[in-house]
């Protein structure tokens, strides 16, 4: 087995068929990518996304599955350091809002409208909104 | 499941041999369409037998300048293979597992006009 | 007319804008103990500004991304987030540098103690951050710092031995009692302070911030091309001064004043006060931009909203980011540690991050799913992988040296 593993170094794979769709690859299109809403305002960056089966099974795992929301929030941390949050502390930001693939992934709504904004938007109303002058456009 | 629970596994094959580690997952634009797109399926995962981390696609897509970076990612993941996600038998703590008749597949694509 | 107008301003900007108190402290500080053997150095240093900032401010006029966010999404969440971990970290480095650079030149006018100018200076630099327009922020503190120009009327009014300094600059070894690590090591901190990565954040970001489009890139070369060149001819003019009346003296550069002294012999009270308000504007305008930086590398990362063209409540967290900073740094100039030490410090630190910014964006300059036809010539790419390898080699060799010759002393 060792040698044989040795060749694959070198084997050129068949090609695989050609798709119906879009070919997206997570990491080099999706992860880590800037998120903006439909006015091109950043809503957040992709942390992680959520796959679920689509057969009705519990495990996606070898079955049919599609991707279905991206993710945000506490799982930024467990990327970078490990271990996973709870699914009730994911911040989902569901995929039929994704209007665009590009250098950047955008969304067919506002930011405002997803949960996933609530510390900027607590931020502008506690603090920043409140300092003279930060309502209005710079001079 | 999140992607991190497949991100940079290691993958062995159904009788427990090692053959690398898990360093993208594979969407087709082809499921049903539920909002502007359609819904991205899970096509398979991308193999490489060296290293957990990617340099973002550098391997696989056609930047081929410099000639001297380009070759040197290429060549630190000679042998990355796709295996389709029906291929995949578990995934479990200790990574992924191939099922037993799995096929490996090059992992180049058609890449669409850039926008 | 109004076209040329431009590109006038533009380059002006970017002569003025291009030193800050790494360059001055640095510069100053080597003329006094290397002579010109040196001046080489700023030349790697200026090209290599040139091709990294025209390359960073290339990808964000054609993509519309900036540099951190190619960072993360070139080199994924672990990787990226050390790289901001350190970038942050130095950044604050340099803003704490800044800020007391304004004070100090504040104090040299005014003769009032620094740590009463350092909260006025920090709180300058925050109602500017809050309230001016990106534009006129960066052509006033720009056209201001050509002020420093009177540097180099100050060599030529000293009327120095123009053999000997030719003789200095074509010498490429220490001089008398300096050793070779030290010789390296302040070559690394002259690098680090032509290279500063901040500045790139700036320029990249500042392309967004300004709506460049592709069509813009022509204009952006000419800033960059012309512009940072005249600033190193202004670095190097520091470190001549600083080598024609420290150098046979054998004293060593440590404080603001006497980087300000070869112009006050040279042109008396004058000469003086013009070169004050150069430093002024000089660290001013790089305390907005590492303020700023620091904004758009965390933002960035994170993907919120960001940028001064935007009202200070659309892009909240950027705006308080940008006020933490300025409380830190503040703080830390508080205790009065020496704002010329932390830049000293600043600059090497500087060398050390840089391969961390400068392979992603040279990747990415790379990449026509982000470029479409504007990707790098073959010409450029021959460059940046040159630079590469020296940048790669000044970062690894920083700390050996840092040890080695106790940080410089």
């Known amino acids: 087995m060792t040698i044989a593993r040795k060749t694959h170094d070198r084997t050129t794979y068949e090609k695989d068929a050609p798709q119906p769709g879009r070919v997206l690859d997570a990491r080099l299109h999706l992860l880590d990518r800037q998120l903006l809403d439909v006015d091109d305002v950043p809503v957040t960056t992709i942390d992680d996304l959520e796959i679920h089966a689509t057969g009705g099974d519990a495990d996606p795992v070898g079955g049919p599955a599609v991707l279905t929301n991206l993710l945000t929030g506490p799982v930024l941390g467990t990327r970078i350091l490990g271990g996973r949050p709870p699914s009730s502390r994911l911040e989902r930001i569901a995929w039929s809002h994704v209007r665009a693939v590009d250098s950047a992934v955008k969304l067919g709504i506002h930011g405002s409208q997803l949960d996933a904004t609530w510390v900027e938007r607590w931020v502008r109303d506690h603090v920043i909104g409140r300092i003279p002058g930060g309502r209005h456009d710079p001079e | 499941m999140i992607l991190s629970d497949l991100l940079d596994q290691p993958v062995r094959e159904a009788d427990g041999t090692p053959v690398g580690y898990v360093i993208d997952v594979r969407f087709v634009l082809d499921g049903p369409p539920v909002g502007p797109l359609a819904t991205p399926r899970v096509h398979g995962v991308l193999v490489s037998p060296r290293t957990g981390s990617s340099f973002m696609g550098y391997e696989r897509v056609d930047v081929r300048s410099p000639a001297l970076l380009a070759r040197w990612f290429a060549w630190r993941h000679r042998g990355t293979f796709l295996v389709h996600w029906q291929d995949v038998a578990a995934i479990d703590e200790d990574g992924v597992t191939l099922a037993r008749d799995a096929r490996r597949w090059a992992p180049g694509y058609e890449r669409p006009a850039p926008a | ?409």
């Open chain 3, 1 to 409: 007319m109004k076209r040329l107008l431009g590109v006038a301003l533009g380059v002006l900007t970017a002569i003025g804008g291009f030193l800050d108190i790494g360059d001055l402290v640095t510069n100053a500080v080597v003329g006094s103990r290397f002579g010109l053997s040196l001046a080489w150095v700023v030349v790697v240093g200026v090209v290599g500004i040139c091709l990294f900032a025209q390359m960073s401010g290339r990808v964000a006029a054609v993509s519309g991304r900036a540099t951190f966010e190619i960072i993360r999404e070139r080199l994924g969440a672990r990787a990226a987030g050390a790289n901001l971990a350190a970038s942050f970290a130095i950044n604050i480095l340099t803003l704490t540098a800044e800020v007391g650079g304004i004070a100090l030149a504040l104090q040299l006018a005014s003769s009032v103690d620094p740590r009463l100018w350092m909260p006025v200076a920090a709180l300058a630099v925050w109602l500017v951050l809050w309230r001016v327009k990106f534009s006129i922020m960066e052509n006033v503190t720009g056209l201001l710092g050509l002020t420093l120009v009177v540097f180099a009327v100050a060599l030529f009014q000293l009327g120095p031995d123009w053999g000997e300094l030719a003789q200095q600059a074509t010498t490429l070894a220490p001089s008398g009692t300096e050793t070779w690590p030290s010789y390296w090591y302040y070559a690394i901190a002259l690098f680090g302070a032509a290279m500063t990565p901040y500045e790139v954040f700036f320029f990249s970001s500042g392309a967004v911030e300004e709506r460049w489009t592709a069509k813009d890139v022509g204009q952006s070369r000419i800033n960059v091309l012309v512009g940072f060149p005249f600033g190193g001819v202004l670095s190097i003019a520091i470190a001549a001064c600083a080598a024609v009346v420290f150098l046979p003296r054998a004293i060593e550069v440590s404080s603001l004043s006497q980087i300000v002294l070869p112009v006050a012999l040279a042109g008396g009270k004058l000469a003086l006060a013009v070169v004050i308000v150069g430093i002024v504007a000089a660290t001013f305008g790089a305390a907005l931009e590492t303020s700023l930086s620091s904004g758009y590398t965390l933002a960035q990362f994170m993907g919120w909203s960001w940028g001064k063209f935007r009202r200070p409540a659309q892009a909240a967290r950027f705006h308080l980011t940008m006020i933490v900073a300025l409380l830190v740094g503040l703080s830390i100039l508080m205790t009065s540690v020496d704002p010329v030490k932390v830049t000293e410090i600043s600059v090497v630190f500087s060398a050390i991050a840089l391969p961390l910014t400068y392979l992603p964006i040279l990747v990415v300059a790379n990449d026509p799913e982000y470029m479409g036809t504007h990707v790098n010539g073959r010409a450029t790419n021959a460059l940046a992988l040159v630079y590469l390898v020296i940048i790669v080699a000044a970062s690894a060799a920083a700390i050996p040296l840092m040890i080695a010759t106790g940080a410089g002393a």
